[in-house]
Structure formats: C-alpha cells, structure tokens
C-alpha cells in the first residue's frame, strides 16, 4: 500500500515482522575415517528429523525461529547433542 505524503508533512510508521523459517544442512563424517556415514537420524528435537544420504549429507528446512537441541544419532556411533 503507497504512503502518501504532503509537503512539509511527516510520518511515523511501525511495521511489524514475521521471521522466516530457517534451514539447517551439512555432512555427517566418521570422525576417524572421515567418510561420510549413511542413515544417520537428524533430529532438530521435537521439530523435524532426516536421515542421511549415500554422501552423509542431510537437510532439514522450514524450522520456526527459536533455540533448539540438533541431536545426530546412528546404531553403529555414539549420539551427539548440540
């Protein structure tokens, strides 16, 4: 919607707005090996999980604006928190 304005007039306007979502993506690595580990649990606990691909790589997307727990977890690992 245009704002008009008048000579010599001014204006005070307050906006309200509305985070976007975010993404979070990356690799999960053996980390002696390095090599990429596959079916790997992503979780952005109580929000959204993934698993891992053939190359390790993961993305999850749509996560609301907020702090939370990313845990990577695998049967053959041990589970990390961040």
């Known amino acids: ?3 008009e304005f008048s000579a010599g007039e001014t204006k005070e ?3 309200e707005l509305t ?8 690799q999960v690595i053996d980390a002696q090996t390095s ?3 596959i079916g790997a649990l992503v979780e952005v ?19 609301p604006p907020g ?4 845990r ?5 690992y041990e589970t990390v928190e961040y």
């Open 1 to 3: 919607m245009p704002i």
């Open 13 to 15: 306007l307050n906006v």
């Open 19 to 26: 985070p976007i979502a975010a993404s979070l993506k990356g």
């Open 35 to 37: 090599e990429p580990i």
């Open 45 to 63: 606990v109580d929000i959204a999980s993934t698993t891992t691909g053939i190359d390790g790589r993961y993305s999850i997307t749509n996560i």
């Open 67 to 70: 702090s939370y727990t990313v």
């Open 72 to 76: 990577f977890s695998h049967s053959d």
